[in-house]
């Protein structure tokens, strides 16, 4: 999985280190989705982990809450 995330965030780091702002956005989509995916997994295992994270889970995102799963 790190690899498959580096291969798909690699060029997005490259353009937003030489300055490229459009590159944010993509980014931003990327590592919500991330956060989406490893919240679900997470609660799937037995962890509470909207608890720990609440500016995320309060950030409009669709990431895992109470009932939503």
């Keep these: 999985m790190r690899r498959a995330v580096e291969r ?3 060029p997005w ?3 937003k280190d030489a300055g490229d702002n459009d ?3 993509p980014l931003r989509r990327i ?3 991330l956060l989406e995916l490893g ?3 997470a609660e799937e295992g037995g962890i509470v982990a909207w608890a720990s994270c609440p ?4 950030s409009g995102s669709s990431i895992a ?3 939503r799963l």
Aim: charged residues 15%; aromatic residues 14%.
């Design 13 to 15: 780091y490259a353009r």
């Design 39 to 41: 919240f679900t997994v």
């Design 23 to 25: 590159s944010l956005p």
């Design 31 to 33: 590592g919500f989705l």
């Design 65 to 67: 809450r109470p009932g």
């Design 55 to 58: 500016s995320v889970v309060g």
């Design 8 to 10: 798909e965030t690699g």
